[in-house]
């Protein structure tokens, strides 16, 4: 059994250092009373030390491959093999263990399984916002599949502050390319509009990003000008 937890307060005594952890969310009373014995539970510490894959990052890839593997019917521990592969085979990168690779390593995985999970709609018991380890690449990721950052959901892509479509202006004959994007579902939309992108933006911590030409274009937007003299006046 892993669990993420976080470390509250320590001291040292004659028999070592005892810890004060919590583990967010979770009740484990009953675990560790049915299997403790003598009411202590021996466990296995691994302490964060910034360069290799950390406990949150590995919480993210175990609750993403759970999210996959209840959709595809693959148990998880033969999806964690199955997804690693996909991914060395697309990246090129050499084979790497959940225990001890770099969080570079990691962060790249979590970004494959996201995507792997908005590519097939396979939905994610969590917001994806708190899966991510790269807010960019995800917010890219949601863009990509139309994908609501919050809800995961059918999403518009609103303009961006400096990126709007202004009266008389015809969307659909206009350049995009350059433009801020933000993929919000509808309620989202219309809540962005009332408050403004910057108060949108420190109450959700996410900003618009910009999009490949190509992507625009998979999206049906214009990334060339089109609009002219007749346009402008029509």
Known sequence: MHEYAEIKAYKHTERGTELRVIIPKKELGDYIKRFSKNGIVQAELRLDDGRTISADQRKKIYATIKDISLHTGHLPE????IMKYYYIADSGEDYFSLSNCSVTTARLFINY???FAFQWDIPLADSGLDRTDDISNYLYMCIKYRKCFSTGKLADLHHCTGSKVGMGRNRHKISHSGKYFLPVSRKLHDEIHVIGDKSFFEKYHVYGIQVDDETLKE???????LENHEDQEG
């Open 78 to 81: 033969e999806l964690k093999e």
């Open 219 to 225: 999206l049906g937007y214009k990334v060339d000008e």
């Open 113 to 115: 399984l996201i995507e």
